[in-house]
Structure formats: C-alpha cells, structure tokens
C-alpha cells in the first residue's frame, strides 16, 4: 500500500478529566490512502483520542488540523461533515431496518419532501457493489451476522464521504472468515485514497495490515514508524 500526503495532523493534543490527564501531548500525523495502527495497552489514551477526533470530546490543548486548518468539532456529526468517521466495537445498527436504511441514516435521499427509494437502493446497490459485499439492501438488518452488520457500517462512513475511517477492534467478534473480508473491504478503502487508523491489540493484524504504527502509553505518543521499522 502506497500512502498519499498528510491531511491530518494533531499536535500536542490534551485532554484532562478530574485527577487524570489521559492525552498528554499526542503528536502524529494521518494520510491519505494509509493504514495506521494505532496500539497500546488498555487505559494508555486510545479510545480518548478516537472521541477527540471524533467530536465527542473537546481537546484541553494541541492542535487538531485538517488539510492544514485548525478544527474544533463539538460534535460527532461535525466530525463527520468535515471525512472523519469511527466504527466503533459496539455497532449502531438499526436492526428493525434494512441494509439501505441503515446505510443512509440520518441522511436519506429526498425528492419532493418524501424519501426518494429509487436513489435509496440504487445508491445503496452501488456502495455494496463497490466494497465487493454481497448483501441485498433490501435485507433487514438484524439478519446480519455481526461481521455483515459491521461492513454496513463501513459503507455507511462511505455514504457521508469518509476521508478518515477509525476502526476499534474490528476483528474482535469476528470469525476467521469475516476477518478476510473486512481485510478485503480495508484494502478496497486505501485504493480510494481513504486512510484507516487500525486499532488492535492483535498484532499479527496490525503487522499485516499497517503502513505505519503509533504506540501510545500513559497517554503520551512513544513512537510512529513505518511497519518495516
């Protein structure tokens, strides 16, 4: 896999609650068209980051930037406008829904004040298409196993323009199979010059997978290197 430049930079990034600085100064860059792992033991800042990044914390310091501006999300849906986008280890699958409505929540296709179904499935169809997944989307989608409903969620991300596509422990309720398809759909996402930053405590995965690694401790950056590294 071969990256493309930097579109994301966070500099010094802190985040402070009562009696604990869980990021103290986070400093890596994201680009274009990547796999970036991101590691590091249970409590050492990485799931702090991910909600920084994503708009459902505030930074306390640093600078996050994006293409070169300075960011300040106070939401996730801004985060979201702006390419950034997480599938977290709990999925937010609608389940009474099918796969297209699941795709375009929150933003489904209208024409004349009502839901334009035509563009729904066809969209939809083509997104599936796209990521080689072969799920109808007129299926419902509690349905799904847990690996289908996470590519839902993958596509989804697409449907809102994604330049930045977090994934928390992807594989870990997955079986071998599904874990073959997500590394497929992962290298479908880097050809679209779509970055990913990989966060797994499986390291054969992140070996695999990553151009570059972050090792995060105590909330601190150790290091970033290329996976040869």
């Known amino acids: ?23 103290d100064g986070v400093s ?23 909600k920084v990044m994503t708009g459902a914390h505030a930074r306390d310091g640093g600078q996050y930037l994006i293409d070169g501006k300075e960011v ?28 297209a409505k699941n795709l375009f929540i929150g933003n489904l296709p209208m024409k004349g ?7 729904l499935y066809e969209e939809s169809a083509r997104i599936l298409a796209e990521l080689d ?5 007129r299926t419902i989608a509690g349905d799904l196993s847990v690996g289908q409903q996470q590519m839902i969620e993958i596509g ?30 992962i290298r479908k996402l880097v050809d679209k010059n779509i970055a990913i ?7 054969d995965e992140v070996m695999y997978l990553s151009d570059r690694i972050t090792v995060i401790r105590d909330g601190q950056n150790i290091i970033t290197k290329d996976k040869d590294e």
């Open 1 to 23: 896999m071969s990256a493309g430049k930097t579109f994301i930079e966070l500099k010094g990034i802190e985040k402070i609650f009562p009696g604990v600085k869980a990021l």
């Open 28 to 50: 890596f860059d994201i680009r274009e068209g990547e796999v970036h792992s991101l590691c590091g033991e249970n409590g050492a800042g990485k799931s702090t980051l991910i």
């Open 72 to 99: 300040h999300f106070k939401s996730t849906q801004e985060a979201i406008a702006a390419g950034v986008s997480c599938v977290y280890q709990e999925l937010s699958i609608a389940p009474q829904l099918d796969v």
């Open 113 to 119: 004040g009502l839901v334009d179904h035509k563009k």
């Open 133 to 137: 997944i072969n799920i109808s989307p």
């Open 156 to 185: 989804r991300a697409l449907t809102r323009n994604a330049r930045l596509i977090i994934m928390d422990e992807p594989t870990s309720s997955l079986s071998e199979q599904e874990t073959e398809t997500l590394f497929n759909v």
């Open 197 to 203: 930053i990989y966060i797994s405590h499986k390291l």
